[in-house]
């Protein structure tokens, strides 16, 4: 079959799922009455800043819901990283591993430290972090020196943290990169912005590492408008990255005192009261989104050389963006342009982090599986809209 017959497929496949004739976005948020009144009774009780009920138990709700200990909201997932990565003592001349395959809000959190990121490859069953090549990577450059920190031999600078992703909601392997990490003394933060109502076995996102990072922007399966938030189960951590994100204010009925340089972080009430409502169909739209999965999946079954990304083994994935593999960029390139024509939203993976500019000098370990997801992997409407 030629790309532009699939491309044809692929269009009239979303239009029969959507049922619309009119421009089909990736995802777009699902909202309702409840989420009308929550943000109303947020705006009756005038507290719409970063000072109300709603902030406190939207946090509440995704503690709960993630079995972390402690959740602190932010303004937006680029800020829970940031926070998180200078509250654990990431600072300017240090490293930061991570991956290529990424949005550019992970290394630029790292940038905002003074940091540089350095990019190992991904696994092709997950789309993050490999512990493989993270192991060969620290085996021939990482050293751990009488200071108790890993050093990197070929840049003399210290790699303070390690920063996977969970890639289209898709979980890595975290307990082996952790495993890793713990060898080495490298703290690890999960940045788990796409993957909120993922799991591997029991374990929610974020939740393997000392810290982990969401967001709620509009594309999200569940959106705050614009947020994000920490999950950890840090007692002290939580508290640190909480007085950060208040402008590091200390409480005190009416002097302004600040005891360090903080950050204007904070989530607005009226965003957590939307956030209250979108978390109460979170379980609705997991489901929803897994069984547009399984369309989308039967569906590429009958095409000889396009398949269907399925997630992770012992993972339970929300499936964020459904993915299908293309035979090669050719025939990726061809389908992206004649879908994207007309009107149904697709894209391929993310722009490798080692092509844009800003970061085209950093240390790069073989990114032989980030190099082939990025050339035929692409994404499709993904939005919750199957009844189960």
Wanted: hydrophobic share 40%; proline share 4%.
């Amino acid at each position: 079959m030629k790309a532009s017959e699939f491309a044809d497929a692929l269009v009239a496949e979303v239009r029969e799922i959507y049922g619309s004739k009119e421009f089909i976005p990736l995802h777009a948020p699902t909202l309702g009455e409840r989420e009308k009144a929550l943000v109303t009774r947020a705006i009756d009780s005038t507290f719409v800043s970063s000072v109300g009920q709603e902030v406190i138990d939207f946090e509440n709700s995704l503690a709960d819901y993630t079995g972390a200990q402690h959740a602190v909201a932010a303004s937006s997932g680029t800020a829970a990283l940031h926070a998180t990565l200078h509250a654990l003592g990431v600072q300017r001349g240090e490293e930061v591993i991570t991956t290529p395959l990424t949005f550019v809000a992970t290394c630029n959190a790292i940038s905002y430290c003074g940091a540089t990121p350095v990019f190992v490859d991904v696994d092709m069953d997950t789309l993050g972090l490999s512990p493989e090549s993270l192991r060969d990577f620290l085996e021939e450059h990482g050293e751990v020196r009488d200071d108790g920190h890993c050093w990197n031999k070929s840049s003399g600078k210290k790699i303070r943290a390690c920063l996977p992703i969970h890639n289209l909601g898709h979980p890595v392997r975290a307990r082996e990169i952790l495993s890793l990490c713990t060898s080495y003394h490298i703290v690890l933060v999960e940045d788990a912005a796409e993957s909120l109502g993922s799991f591997f076995e029991d374990t929610h996102t974020g939740r393997i590492g000392l810290a982990g990072t969401l967001s709620f922007n509009g594309n999200k399966i569940i959106t705050t408008g614009g947020g994000g938030a920490i999950i950890t189960d840090s007692a002290d951590l939580a508290k640190n990255i909480k007085h950060l994100t208040t402008t590091a204010k200390k409480q005190h009925p009416y002097l302004f005192i600040h005891d360090e340089v903080g950050f204007n972080y904070r989530l607005p009430n009226l965003n957590a009261a939307l956030g209250l409502a979108q978390m109460e169909r979170l379980d609705a739209f997991v489901k929803q989104k897994r069984a547009l999965a399984d369309r989308y999946r039967d569906w590429a079954s009958g095409f000889e050389h396009v398949s269907f990304f399925l997630e992770p083994q012992r993972a339970r994935s929300n499936y964020w963006l459904n993915a299908l593999w293309m035979p090669d960029q050719s025939f990726r390139d061809e389908v992206l342009e004649r879908s994207n024509e007309k009107g149904i939203m697709t894209r391929p993976m993310w722009t490798p982090m080692t092509a844009l500019p800003m970061y085209e000098h950093c240390q790069q370990y073989n990114l032989i599986n980030a190099r082939e997801i990025e050339k035929r992997l692409i994404s499709i409407p993904s939005s919750p809209v199957i009844q189960c």
